[in-house]
Structures are given as C-alpha cells and as structure tokens.
C-alpha cells in the first residue's frame, strides 16, 4: 500500500480527496493536516510515501512544507488561478502538480506515478499550469540546454513534456518500459532537471508554447 498525508484546509476538499484515493485499492490515508505545520509533523510521525499538499495553506503554506520535507514524494494542489507561486513551485522540483477540479482518476495517477519516481504531468494539467506561468525570457538558453541530447533522446524529451509514462512512451518509441527510464534518467542530468515537470518547462521555454 502507497502510505499518503493530504493537508488542505478545507475539510470538505480534504474529505472528497481522502474518499477518491482510498477508492483505488491500492492507496492509504494515513494522516490529514490543516496546515503545513501539521503536514511535516504528520509525514515524520507516519513515515508517508506521498504528501499531497495544497498550496495555499495558513501557518506554513504547500510549498514552503514541501521544501521542507525529506523522504516522502510531494505533489501540490492548487486551485486554478493561483499564479503567483506555480512556476516556484515547479521550479522547486515537486513530484507533481495537479489542480483541485481535477477528474478522480487524475489525483490517483499523479499520487501512483510521485511514488513510481515519475513526476505527474498529464496533458490536460500540462495545459492549464504550463498555460498560468506563462513564457519565460530564458528561451535561448533552453533550446542552447536541449542541442546537446541526441536525436532519440530529443524524441523522449518531447513525450516525456507532453506528460507521457514510461510505458506509454516506450509504447510509442517501441523500447521497453526500463529502456525508456534509463533514458529518463540520463536526459534529467544531462539536462540538469530534478524531474519531469522541469523538463517539460524547460521545452516549454525552448520553443515558446506548452
């Protein structure tokens, strides 16, 4: 069983989201929290495998909890419109980053793929978030980063920005799912990315559109 803490503090939201993932069979809320304070108190008491935070919270806010903790996988929530703190966020390295009116099936595969170590971007996520955060002034600087991947890396580079697992990329490029993690990794130091949802800015940047 995947060992999850959701701090929100709204105890309806929190209750909606417990309910989806224990719906999966193979997720457990082990703790809640109201605030980020609880949240890091909460994951080192419980030893959780995922966090998923909200990103606006009272006392100690998502993101700053999430730099905080040590151990646990983290994917923020976010209601749509809270510009201000994504591409920080983002930036940061969390493990994934899905918005609060997100279908049920989202919230478990971006909990699923931050415990698989595959940060969860999913088109349509990829859409709305890279779509807040808008351009960036670095594009030379990206596309200069990207010239040094081979051209298979590149083909990866560009499934893994559209928000593509492991598997659905292998699918595509036809090499096994471990082949394609291999090359995951490879390109994320090359590159100088903590995780998937960077590499996904990173090409967003490069080319100027999500």
Known sequence: MIKVLI???????TAGIRAVLESAGDLEVVAVAADGREALDAARRHRVDVALLDLAMPVVDGLTAAAALSGPRVVLLTAFGDEANVRRALRQGVDGFVLKNCAPDELIRAVRAAHAGEAYLSPAVARQVLGMVGGHPGREDAARRLA???PRESDIVALVAEGLSNAEIGERVHLSEGTIKTYVSRVLAKLGCANRVQVALLVRDATGHG
């Open 7 to 13: 701090a929100d503090d709204e105890p309806l939201i």
């Open 148 to 150: 040094v991947l081979t």
